[in-house]
């Protein structure tokens, strides 16, 4: 399959966009909006600003929710040669210092909300440049009017390091993913020959959290590409997401599973005019089967689902817009990538297709390795594969299924119990809204399968109900011991269930 045309960084994107459609709208939120000359001179401005604080080479941090500033943020570090470095408000000191003392930044940006934070932790770890964005400090659209001979966006080295990403650290110490700005760049392309925008027409609804890759890459990136217009909210809320889809005439919306089945089952979802999108995509997590037929139902337009991480920058495998869509699959590989099914012990014996085992990929878009942890890296990449974590098997046709993480299987006495698949079955009980499986320690069996649910509103089912449907779909060995209907599971801030919560 070839490629759409493949840009040397991000920066080039918005430099090539701002040059066609200068006047085109390129960021709206709230009152305020950007068109692609404004966000391109904001751009400058920050990145001429970093260099003469000798930012270049170095890691710039930004602890920043939703905003304008947040987008002109990447880029500016990115223009300016330096490395970003985006971190969750929602963070705790503790995990502010451990990541902040990992990267060791020239400068931290953050948000009103979260100085009490910040500001010790920075103190502590001496990081003398920090920056304070929006009320009561300043903000990064104070270029937007400057003369357009200083609007030239300086270009990065595409071999050079972009981002550096932390992962969620659900399994232990958080990893900083290092990514190259060619990486990110090619893999906007990959992602484009299955899924295409359409140049000058998107309008991209961005509500998943952008200090995340999954809305880095499907709304900041791609609207650069395709000189959209992103539209942006602090968070979700269902009836302001509601608003901003029919208001804004969103093309091209970017959800979770969680938000998904939150919209599905909000009363003003089925009046709502959605003739506008063109289609949407899931990403974070796993969309199960049944939410995405109710989607597609109720809008009439299909949601796209994909997979990938933070080490594969960030993506690897799309159902096709244009192709065959398999529910439940997370579709095929990008071009110019390998994704392969092996063995679980020593990842070495590729599996034929309807076998599970952990996935590994190649190709250009894939991390440079962590930063700081040699032995992690080593054992991630290897003979120049990645070795993801995931446990997933291909079908006939060469379509992906996610089981699940490699981590999270469960063991009851010698059998391997995938979490995914007792969840699935859970989810086609018709009161089921959200279903999460864990593993719990069990003095005899070495681990037991628990299971938590929450239900439809206004629906009723039992423990005993629902362990009789799992009874009729299941191995006796996969079934729950315990089962525990809760009014919510709890999520994490990119909307994944948090499965490290259910656990303690």
């Known amino acids: 399959m070839a490629l759409p045309r493949v840009f040397p960084s991000v920066v ?48 710039v941090a930004f602890v920043l929710g939703n905003s304008l500033d947040i987008c002109i943020a990447y880029f500016g570090v990115h223009a300016a040669g330096a490395q970003a470095v985006p971190l969750n408000p929602l963070y705790t000191p503790r995990e502010l210092e451990e990541m902040l003392g990992d990267a ?147 093309t091209i919306f970017g959800g979770s599973p969680t938000i998904y089945t939150s919209l599905l089952s909000y009363e003003g979802f089925a009046r709502a005019d959605l003739s506008s999108l063109y289609y949407s995509v899931s990403g974070s997590a796993a969309l199960p089967a049944t939410v995405l037929q109710q989607w597609e139902a109720r809008v009439g337009t299909p949601i796209v689902e994909g997979y990938g991480q933070s080490e594969a920058g960030p993506v690897l495998t799309y159902n096709p817009l244009n192709g065959v869509r398999k529910p439940g699959s997370v579709g095929v590989p990008v071009p110019d990538t390998q ?82 698949e007792v969840e699935i079955v859970l989810y086609q009980h018709p009161a089921v809204r959200e279903a999460a499986v864990i593993g719990a320690p069990d003095s005899y069996r070495g681990e037991i399968v628990k299971a938590f649910v929450a239900l439809k509103p206004g629906a009723s089912a039992t423990c005993d109900a629902l362990l009789e449907h799992c009874r009729a779909n299941l191995a006796r060995y996969k079934i729950p011991a315990a089962l525990e209907i809760v009014p919510d599971l709890p999520k994490t801030a990119v909307g994944k269930i948090d499965k490290k919560r259910l656990k303690a």
């Not at 400058?44 to 600003?49: F, S, V």
């Not at 890459?217 to 217009?229: F, G, Q």
């Not at 990842?347 to 040699?374: T, W």
Request: net charge positive; proline share 6%.
């Open 339 to 420: 994704v392969q099914v092996v063995d679980l012990e020593k990842g070495e014996r590729v599996l034929p297709a309807g076998e599970k085992g952990e996935i590994r990929a190649r190709g250009p878009q894939i991390m440079a390795g962590y930063r700081n942890l040699p032995e992690e890296t080593a054992a991630t990449l290897r003979q120049g594969w990645l070795y993801t974590g995931d446990i997933g098997e291909f079908d006939a046709d060469g379509y992906l299924y996610i089981r699940d993480r490699k981590k999270e299987m469960v063991i009851v006495s010698g059998y391997n119990v995938f979490p995914r």
């Open 104 to 250: 060791a930044p020239t400068l931290v940006l953050y948000e009103p909300a979260v100085a009490a934070n910040v500001e010790p932790v920075a103190t502590k770890l001496g990081i003398k440049l920090r920056w304070l964005i929006g009320a009561g400090g300043r903000r990064l659209t104070v270029w937007r009017g400057e003369a357009v001979h200083k609007a030239r966006l300086p270009l990065p080295d595409p071999d050079s390091l972009a981002t550096l990403q932390y992962t969620g650290g659900t399994t232990g110490r958080s990893k900083g993913v290092n990514v190259t700005h060619r990486a990110y760049a090619y893999n906007i392309s990959q992602r484009e020959a299955l899924m295409p925008s359409r140049p000058d027409v998107e309008r991209i609804l961005c509500v998943m959290p952008l200090f995340h890759v999954y809305a880095s890459h499907v709304c900041l990136h791609t609207a650069a590409y395709a000189r959209a217009t992103m539209v942006i909210l602090p968070r979700y809320h269902p009836e302001e997401t509601l608003k901003a889809l029919t208001q804004e005439q969103i």
């Open 12 to 59: 080039h994107m918005l430099a090539k966009a701002a040059a066609d459609a200068p006047q085109r709208e390129a960021l709206v939120m709230g009152g305020e909006r950007l068109t692609y000359a404004e966000y391109a001179r904001c751009v400058a401005g920050l990145a001429r600003e970093l260099k003469a604080l000798g930012a270049a080479g170095e890691r």
